[in-house]
């Protein structure tokens, strides 16, 4: 049962460099989210997704775009890769937004040199 | 101001000690409340949803007061296995935020 998949697990960019994380569920959900964390920050929200061609900024949004063109799909950009940047990122989903409970995938380890 | 605050800790207790954790959110229109946990930066994981009436879950329970805004999780007779990341997590319902507090570490010592 793969649930939530995050792609790639662990990247290195340099300042500037643009990137691309992938979170991919198989569990028809429609509600979609990504988080960075940071070390005594708990999980942050950037950007979420009620549903397919849907997305709504979180609470620290700026440097990152997202796109949901398939349901079960949820990327989340980079352009212009900062060293602020540099943060683990998880990726969730639910199936309701008014109490679903959210599944996460692994993580994904980013750090902007 | 954050939606969903809480307090850091840490909290060093012995094994057997029953801990509180509170957890208050600004967002009166928040409609459900969860506790998660995580360990050494894994993936957060369920460990309880918090309902009106309060529930439990063996060692553990979770009560909501919604007239304070906050949410608190008690441990019983604490195990060395509890030792991790409290998340507190409140769903805004109509615009479907999940929003996380910043954790509660709990190190449970023999």
């Known amino acids: 049962n793969a649930g939530v998949t995050q792609t790639p697990k662990f990247r290195v960019l340099k300042t500037g460099q643009s990137m691309t994380l992938l979170c991919a569920q198989d569990m028809n959900h429609e509600y979609m989210y990504w988080y960075r964390q940071d070390p005594g920050m708990g999980l942050r929200l950037i950007h979420y997704?009620?549903?397919?061609?849907?997305?709504a900024k979180g609470e620290v949004p700026d440097g990152y775009n997202v796109s949901r063109l398939k349901k079960q799909n949820f990327l989340l950009g980079l352009e212009s890769a900062a060293p602020s940047q540099t943060s683990v990122y998880f990726c969730?989903?639910?199936?309701?937004?008014?109490?679903?409970?959210?599944?996460f995938g692994q993580g994904t380890r980013l750090t902007v040199v | 101001r954050k939606e969903v605050e809480q307090d850091p800790g840490p909290f060093n207790v012995p094994e057997g000690a029953t801990v509180a954790f509170n957890c208050t959110y600004s967002?009166?229109?928040?409609?459900?409340f969860f506790w998660y946990r995580q360990d050494c930066r894994k993936e957060p994981k369920l460990l309880m949803s918090v309902y009106s009436s309060g529930n439990e879950d063996g060692r553990f329970t979770a009560q909501l007061n919604r007239a304070s805004q906050y949410i608190s999780l008690l441990i019983r007779d604490s195990k060395l296995s509890d030792s991790a990341t409290y998340l507190c997590v409140v769903n805004t319902g109509g615009t479907g935020k999940l929003i996380f507090g910043q954790g509660t570490t709990l190190q449970v010592k023999p």
């Open positions: 967002n009166s229109a928040s409609q459900s």
């Open positions: 969730a989903s639910s199936y309701s937004g008014t109490g679903g409970i959210a599944f």
């Open positions: 997704s009620v549903g397919e061609g849907t997305t």
